[in-house]
């Protein structure tokens, strides 16, 4: 019997290919797996980034604030120093999200893009100092994130707050000097 020196047998080329198929779709498993653990950590980093944002307008706007008033009943102007922080609702799907807002009388700004789910406020006062709480939550498909956080309120010998009872308090009126 001659053995043929020509090329592969077609046992050898089976075998082969079976290795390359197996190499194969574990790179395209681990590709496929890497850009799902991207998509998700970006969507994550997303949510945390507008929550965050919300949280810093708002401990940056009401720091200083001289008159504060929670869950006011109407939107009113009477001078520039008037400013409101509260949800706008925006339908996505079949999910409802918000928006964290901040009216003025130079019009209505957005200060997040709309993931957030809930947004509530809470005025303390310890000894002859406020202070604002306030809790973010914010999610997308796969992720949720809660930021929670107080400011201390600088001028709490000026202020003279309204609160107006409710079960939860979701906008702010504050006044700046």
Known sequence: MRLNDNGFTLVELVIAMALLLIVLSLGYMMYFFGLRSFQTIEEQWKVQHEVQLGANFITNSVRNAIKIE?????????????????????????????????????????????????LQFELARTNDNYILSFDIIGSSRESSYRLNSSVFLNNSDKIHPVVIPDSEIVAIYYKTP
């Open 70 to 118: 929670l869950n006011p009943n109407d939107i009113l102007f009477w001078d520039d120093s008037d400013n409101y922080i509260c949800l706008e609702k925006t339908t996505q799907g079949d999910e409802q999200k918000y928006s964290i807002m901040h009216i003025s009388n130079k019009g209505r700004t957005p200060v997040t893009k709309p993931v957030i789910d809930k």
